[in-house]
């Protein structure tokens, strides 16, 4: 089965600087991977996704990030921060069933905290 | 057009009874998931539903039982309550079938007392 580790569990940053948050998965033959954002007191909201192509995915509010097999990583990056980025981060993984099925596995989050 | 709802968006119970959360999918979305997210954690995947049938299922407890009805839309019930099983629970949604995209709700947040 597939698992996601997030390194960090909370990212510190000022305002306008830029940041990354990290995200390894397990290895596995084929991958499909997702980075969620989450606002205090709502649901997930999708940032990005790669599911083939090009390794550098780009998304919503001005984040990116980059796809590496070697590496089993896929970094999420914003090369300038807003307070309004406050929020938790999920990076997640799609994992098929036996019956071919598939469910997300989510890593255990990043907060990330935009300071003025 | 609708995105996936969830209701009620809170709901406070007590040890040892019982609860039903629901879910409606997006327009046109046939499959419904359900992910319980713990107070600091990542959402775990509970179970999955498709064409009315339970397709795939989390490490969870018998006490976790869910219901797909012809018009797609879901309930998750839970039994005998623990306070442990207070979360918040997400519905997701994707069409044709248990596919790659999954589309969120907003949730509804239990609270066990």
């Known amino acids: 089965a597939q698992s996601v580790t997030q390194l960090d569990s909370q990212v510190p940053v000022f305002e306008e600087a830029p940041v990354e948050l990290r995200c390894n998965y397990s290895s596995s033959v084929s991958v499909y991977l997702f980075w969620y954002v989450q606002y205090p007191n709502q649901g997930l909201q999708l940032l990005l996704k790669?599911?083939?192509?090009?390794?550098l995915v780009k998304g919503i509010n001005g984040f990116e990030a980059e796809f590496n097999k070697s590496q089993t990583s896929f970094h999420l990056r914003k090369p300038s921060v807003h307070i309004s980025d406050t929020a938790e981060y999920f990076c997640a993984v799609s994992d098929v069933g036996t019956s071919g099925t598939y469910k997300y596995i989510f890593g255990t989050g990043t907060r990330l905290k935009v300071l003025a | 057009d609708a995105g996936v709802t969830q209701s009620p968006t809170h709901l406070i119970k007590t040890r040892g009874q019982q609860v039903t959360l629901r879910c409606s999918p997006k327009s046109g979305h046939d499959t419904v998931s359900w992910y319980q997210q713990a107070l600091g954690q990542g959402p775990q995947f509970i179970f999955q539903y498709y064409e009315e049938e339970e397709r795939q299922r989390g490490n969870f407890p018998d006490r976790f039982s869910g219901h797909q009805f012809p018009n797609y839309s879901s309930e998750l019930n839970v039994n005998a309550l623990l306070l442990g099983d207070s979360a918040l629970y997400l519905c997701?949604?994707?069409?044709?079938?248990?596919?790659?995209?999954?589309?969120f709700g907003a949730g509804t947040r239990l609270s066990v007392l």
């Open positions: 790669y599911l083939s192509g090009s390794t």
């Open positions: 997701a949604s994707s069409l044709g079938g248990p596919q790659l995209l999954q589309y």
